[in-house]
C-alpha cells in the first residue's frame, strides 16, 4: 500500500534540533491553558504586546450618548483600525458584522443607568454566551471602595471561574465612578485586587503620576481606560505616556467617536500605541488625514 510505504520511509526527525517551546507575548499569560491565549493573543498584537481597543459599550447604562446615536454609522467605520471592539452583546449581534475580524470584548455585568448608583451590579450575561459569539473576552466593573464593592468583586470571580472552564478571559475594570479618586494609591490596590482575583486583563486609568508603579504592581496587562474627551494632543499624549510607561495599549471610546474627524483619530492613535509615533507627530497625523481639523 502506498500510505505504508510512505510512512516506512519517513526518516526526517531532525533528531539533533529540539522541538522550541515559544514563550507567549502576553504578560502573566504563560501558565494559561491553549484557548485562554489564543483568545488573548487576537486582543493583543503578537509583534509588540499592545492593542489598541474601541470602547463603545456606554449605551448599556447611558443610552445613545453622543456619537453612539447610530452605531452603525459612527463605530463600524472605525472598525479596520482597531484591534479589539469592547461592545455589549447587543450591539454586537444587532450591529457588528459578522465579517468584522477584530477581537471582541464584551460587556458581561450591568444593572443601574445614570439614573442610579452605577456601583450596583449584577452578572448581565452567561459565559455560554460569550462563547456563542466568539468573543475574546469578558469585562466586568469592579468598584473597589464603592458601596457595593463586594458584590461587584463577586461578580467578578463568578466570571473567572466560568471563563476558566471554558477558556474565555476575563478584563476587570477599575470602576470609579464619581466619588472615588484616581490616584495612583488607588488604582495600585484596585488593579492589583482584580488580578489577584483572577482577571487576565486590568483596564483602568492614566494616572499622571506614578503610573508606571501601577503597570509594574500588576502582574497581569494594564489597558489604559481613555475617560473624559480631551484636546486631540492632550488624549494622544496620554496614550503615548501609558504605553512608555507600562501600559500594553489603550481602550478608547470618547477620545475617539466624538471627534469631528473620528477615523483619522483612531488612526493617529494606532501610531502612537503600534508606531511609536510622538504625541506632536500623532497629532500631525491627525490634522493630515482630518485635512486641518484641531481637534
Same mark, same amino acid.
Given at each position: 500500500m502506498?500510505?505504508?510505504?510512505g510512512?516506512i520511509a519517513?526518516?526526517q526527525?531532525?533528531l539533533? !534540533?529540539?522541538?522550541?517551546? !515559544?514563550?507567549?507575548?502576553?504578560?502573566?499569560a504563560? @501558565?494559561l491553558?491553549?484557548g485562554?491565549k +489564543?483568545r488573548?493573543?487576537?486582543?493583543?498584537?503578537a509583534?509588540?504586546?499592545? !492593542?489598541?481597543?474601541?470602547?463603545?459599550?456606554?449605551?448599556?447604562?447611558?443610552g445613545?450618548?453622543s456619537?453612539l446615536e447610530?452605531?452603525d454609522?459612527?463605530?463600524?467605520p472605525l472598525?479596520?483600525y482597531?484591534? /479589539?471592539?469592547?461592545a455589549?452583546?447587543g450591539?454586537?449581534?444587532?450591529?457588528?458584522?459578522?465579517?468584522?475580524t477584530?477581537?471582541l470584548?464584551?460587556?458581561? *455585568?450591568g444593572?443601574p443607568?445614570?439614573? $442610579?448608583?452605577?456601583s450596583d451590579?449584577?452578572? /448581565?450575561?452567561d459565559m455560554?454566551d460569550?462563547? %456563542? =459569539?466568539?468573543a475574546?473576552?469578558v &469585562?466586568?466593573?469592579?468598584?473597589?471602595?464603592?458601596?457595593h464593592?463586594t458584590?461587584?468583586? +463577586?461578580?467578578l470571580?463568578q466570571?473567572?471561574d466560568?471563563?476558566? %472552564?471554558l477558556g474565555?478571559?476575563?478584563v476587570?475594570?477599575?470602576?470609579v465612578?464619581t466619588?472615588? !479618586? %484616581?490616584d495612583?494609591?488607588?488604582?495600585?490596590?484596585?488593579? %492589583?485586587? =482584580?488580578?489577584?482575583l483572577?482577571?487576565?486583563?486590568? $483596564? *483602568?486609568?492614566? *494616572?499622571?503620576e506614578d503610573?508606571?508603579?501601577?503597570? /509594574?504592581s500588576?502582574?497581569?496587562p494594564i #489597558?489604559?481606560?481613555?475617560?473624559k474627551?480631551?484636546?486631540?494632543l492632550?488624549?494622544? *499624549?496620554? &496614550?503615548?505616556?501609558?504605553?512608555t510607561?507600562? /501600559? &500594553?495599549?489603550?481602550?478608547?471610546?470618547?477620545n #475617539?467617536f466624538?471627534? $469631528?474627524?473620528?477615523?483619522a483619530? =483612531?488612526? @493617529?492613535?494606532?501610531?502612537?500605541? +503600534?508606531?511609536?509615533? $510622538?504625541?506632536?507627530?500623532g497629532?500631525d497625523?491627525?490634522r493630515?488625514?482630518s +485635512?486641518?481639523?484641531q481637534?
Amino acid at each position: 500500500m502506498a500510505d505504508l510505504e510512505g510512512n516506512i520511509a519517513a526518516k526526517q526527525y531532525f533528531l539533533q !534540533t529540539p522541538q522550541v517551546n !515559544t514563550t507567549f507575548h502576553v504578560k502573566g499569560a504563560g @501558565s494559561l491553558d491553549f484557548g485562554m491565549k +489564543h483568545r488573548l493573543g487576537r486582543i493583543f498584537d503578537a509583534a509588540d504586546g499592545r !492593542t489598541v481597543m474601541l470602547a463603545f459599550d456606554h449605551g448599556y447604562f447611558q443610552g445613545p450618548t453622543s456619537g453612539l446615536e447610530r452605531v452603525d454609522l459612527s463605530i463600524v467605520p472605525l472598525a479596520p483600525y482597531a484591534d /479589539a471592539l469592547m461592545a455589549t452583546r447587543g450591539i454586537i449581534r444587532s450591529v457588528i458584522p459578522a465579517s468584522a475580524t477584530n477581537a471582541l470584548v464584551v460587556r458581561a *455585568t450591568g444593572g443601574p443607568s445614570i439614573l $442610579k448608583d452605577l456601583s450596583d451590579e449584577r452578572i /448581565a450575561m452567561d459565559m455560554e454566551d460569550a462563547a %456563542r =459569539i466568539d468573543a475574546a473576552a469578558v &469585562a466586568c466593573q469592579v468598584f473597589v471602595g464603592g458601596e457595593h464593592e463586594t458584590q461587584s468583586i +463577586h461578580n467578578l470571580t463568578q466570571l473567572v471561574d466560568a471563563g476558566l %472552564r471554558l477558556g474565555i478571559p476575563v478584563v476587570g475594570v477599575t470602576a470609579v465612578g464619581t466619588n472615588l !479618586t %484616581r490616584d495612583a494609591r488607588y488604582l495600585r490596590l484596585a488593579s %492589583r485586587m =482584580i488580578a489577584e482575583l483572577g482577571a487576565q486583563v486590568v $483596564k *483602568t486609568y492614566y *494616572t499622571d503620576e506614578d503610573f508606571e508603579t501601577i503597570t /509594574a504592581s500588576c502582574p497581569v496587562p494594564i #489597558i489604559m481606560a481613555g475617560g473624559k474627551l480631551l484636546p486631540v494632543l492632550e488624549a494622544l *499624549t496620554m &496614550a503615548y505616556s501609558a504605553v512608555t510607561q507600562g /501600559a &500594553a495599549g489603550v481602550d478608547m471610546g470618547r477620545n #475617539i467617536f466624538q471627534r $469631528k474627524d473620528p477615523v483619522a483619530m =483612531i488612526q @493617529s492613535v494606532r501610531g502612537v500605541v +503600534h508606531g511609536d509615533l $510622538k504625541p506632536h507627530e500623532g497629532l500631525d497625523l491627525y490634522r493630515e488625514l482630518s +485635512h486641518g481639523e484641531q481637534d
